[in-house]
T-cell receptor
Framework: DGGITQSPKYLFRKEGQNVTLSCEQN?????MYWYRQDPGQGLRLIYY???????QKGDIAEGYSVSREKKESFPLTVTSAQKNPTAFYLC??????????FGPGTRLTVL | SQQGEEDPQALSIQEGENATMNCSYK?????LQWYRQNSGRGLVHLIL?????REKHSGRLRVTLDTSKKSSSLLITASRAADTASYFC????????????FGKGTSLLVTP
């Protein structure tokens, strides 16, 4: 069953904590992406990676970090430097330019 | 940056009616895509139209693209209650690498 998975579905963070969101795909896609979505808003690009061991900052990378050690995995860490992390986080993958496949999302709430 | 802007922000229609959503963007693009998002879920790709295409169909969906006006429209014909969702346009700007720019979306409500 091919697809893209994210975990956990819900995540709660205390102030000052770093948390890591998981994103895994078995679609053999080279490119992976992280987006943030706030209520009633569109998606804003945090980071993206076109190939293993390489990634680029998106529009709102401050307070976030990523790694791309394996083609299948693109974890996102929300650091304590991100002052307003409460949001819905979406991971996506693609074989290149064009259609992106999205995971089900992780809802992060700061307590 | 959010390049696409959808209009209207919200749309309410009855089953069987057609729904039209519009998207405007700012810079030259390689292609434009439309995605659908059910509440609290991930996005699902609906259709992609390339910059050299003017119209594209997929089932009950019809997309048009006018690059001179930097605008696109998505028409859903014979709407069903199951079409209730948010719809987003996304643009792939020239020289932007692989990144997509999404608009804020149109929230469509189809009532039985």
């Amino acid at each position: 069953d091919g697809g893209i998975t994210q975990s956990p579905k819900y995540l709660f963070r205390k102030e000052g904590q770093n948390v890591t969101l998981s994103c895994e795909q078995n679609l053999n896609h080279d490119a992976m992406y992280w987006y943030r979505q706030d209520p009633g808003q569109g998606l804003r690009l945090i980071y993206y990676s076109q190939i293993v061991n390489d990634f680029q900052k998106g529009d709102i990378a401050e307070g976030y970090s990523v790694s791309r050690e394996k083609k299948e995995s693109f974890p996102l860490t929300v650091t304590s430097a991100q002052k307003n992390p409460t949001a819905f986080y979406l991971c996506a993958s693609s074989s290149g330019k064009g259609k992106q496949f999205f995971g089900p999302g992780t809802r992060l709430t700061v307590l | 940056s959010q390049q696409g802007e959808e209009d209207p922000q919200a749309l309410s229609i009855q089953e069987g009616e057609n729904a039209t959503m519009n998207c405007s963007y700012k810079t030259s693009i390689n292609n434009l895509q439309w995605y659908r998002q059910n509440s609290g879920r991930g996005l699902v790709h609906l259709i992609l139209i390339r910059s050299n295409e003017r119209e594209k169909h997929s089932g009950r969906l019809r997309v048009t693209l006018d690059t001179s006006k930097k605008s696109s429209s998505l028409l859903i014909t014979a709407s069903r209650a199951a079409d209730t969702a948010s719809y987003f346009c996304a643009t792939d700007a020239v020289n932007s690498g692989y990144a997509l720019n999404f608009g804020k979306g149109t929230s469509l409500l189809v009532t039985p």
